[in-house]
């Protein structure tokens, strides 16, 4: 069995990641602190997790540990070739999905099209609202 949070003890840590103070956990930092991703992964398959197992956030968001977002790889070479190869929302970076970029500065990167896809719609739909706004400004000045 893992051990629960039983200081009720919360912190956030320099690099942004939510801590919980777990006093008796076998892998615990300095004064007991464990990183909250890995408790909840731990929870979830009820082992600990070795000190070498990487806990990846699929959105890039350090505080959302939801389990969803979380993803176990079993040492940081395998979570740095799947970070090379998926973008910040893991999705895979290959064949159609890749799109290459310029930043304008002669600098090529590779764009995510499902990423990309996403935002054009987002900034639509931002843009939609902002002329809906004005219109019906409009319309009342002229009444
Ligand atoms: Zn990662
Ligand atoms: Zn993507």
Redesign the pocket.
């Known amino acids: 069995m893992t051990q629960r949070n039983v200081t009720g003890q919360k912190r956030r840590n320099s690099s942004g990641y939510i801590e919980i103070r777990v006093p008796d956990h076998p892998y615990a930092r300095a004064r007991g602190w464990v990183a909250e991703h890995r408790l909840v992964i731990e929870a979830q398959i009820n082992r600990f997790l070795q000190p070498g197992e990487v806990v990846h956030h699929i959105n890039g968001i350090k505080d959302d540990n939801r389990p969803e977002n979380l993803m176990l790889f079993a040492s940081n070479r395998e979570h740095m070739a799947f970070e090379r190869t998926h ?5 895979q970076l290959e064949g159609d999905n890749v799109a290459i970029r310029d930043d304008g500065h002669g600098y090529k990167y590779r764009q ?1 099209r ?2 990309e896809r996403a935002k054009h719609q987002r900034w639509d739909v931002k843009n939609r609202d902002k002329k809906r706004i004005y219109n019906a400004k409009r319309s009342r000045k002229a009444a």
């Open positions: 973008c910040k929302h893991g999705h995510c499902i990423c």
